[in-house]
């Protein structure tokens, strides 16, 4: 089995779907939490999730962290998907570059 996965997902929401199955195969044999599944490839320890696009860039580390003090029917929509992330993972990072965005997030193996 292969340390790494590299899966190529078109710009269609429908395609999402059958990425996460892919991924989720390729982890299957493998000895990962639970919790460190949403995480899709292996190195040296650590678990990575590298995603490119080639959408309008948007840099979600300098996205401002959303107020979850009030109900959510008095909130802002956005910023929780962001929020949730950044509290998963131990290190994120983008870049935008020849036109396209990458995000990167690296969690450490438990």
Known sequence: MSETCSIRIPNMPADIASALNAALLWLEPLTI?????????????????????????FDPMSAPEPSTRHPVADRSPGGLGILLLRKMADHMSYECSGGLNTLTLEKSSL
């Open 33 to 57: 939490p639970p919790e460190a599944r949403n995480f899709v490839s292996l190195d040296a320890g650590k678990l990575i999730l590298r995603a490119t696009d080639d959408g309008i860039p």
